[in-house]
């Protein structure tokens, strides 16, 4: 199911695709939403990055950090207090709580979010190319399994709104550190220039995700470019600075 704040589900209904990375019937347990630069809006929903939040009824306790284009996870595996403070970097949130809305801010990068359908555990995961070629994605399901047990034939992954591989454009150093990292990047690198070329992030994550025993209709992705839609996203690259990011979320209810 999806579950996006009440402005984002007005601003999302004509666009019903965009929502179509859902875990369907996966789980009635799971709800999750990715959010557009209409909203849910970061001071409302998720308030001071680090700090445990108590925002609208149906976010009981959010959870929002700062994201350092990294490989490391945070794993939340008791219950949380308001106003608790996790003042490091993580690029991913796992957790098996109830009511814990974990979150990732996006711009150009892809929002990655996790359902483990077997056990009860999700993740929220902020995966750019950096954290592509760490392998964020798989880290994270590979310590949601190692934390929290389940197998990853019982997980659902959901690949939210990025720069998509229409407009995604890397320099020689990117390729070739994606190529040392992730081997499908060659199959999936375009060529635009002698030194560059797009390359589609949401195929990357998918095969490392495919690469883990995450099963191919267990994977969702929104297809759609955040450099593309100026009416829907922000895109740090297309707008030349951070004039805002979109928050993405899952929780176990
Ligand atoms: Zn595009």
Redo the contacts with the bound molecule.
Sequence with gaps: MVLVAEDVTYRMKPLVPLTSASFGKMNRHVSHFFGTRHGPYHGGLIGNRGTVKAAEPDYPLVVSVRQEHGSEILVLDRPLKVGEQFLDGWDAVITNQLKTLVTVRTADCVPVLIADSSRGSVGAVHAGWRGIAHGIVPKAARKMVERFGGDPTAFHVAIGPS??P??YEVDAPVIEQLMLDVPRSATVFKRTGPETGHVDLKELIAWQAKSLGIRQDHIHVVDA?T??RSDLFFSYRREGRVHGTMVSGIMLT
Excluded: P, R, V
Aim: some cysteine; glycine content about 14%; overall charge neutral.
């Design positions: 720069a998509g229409c407009c470019c450099m593309c």
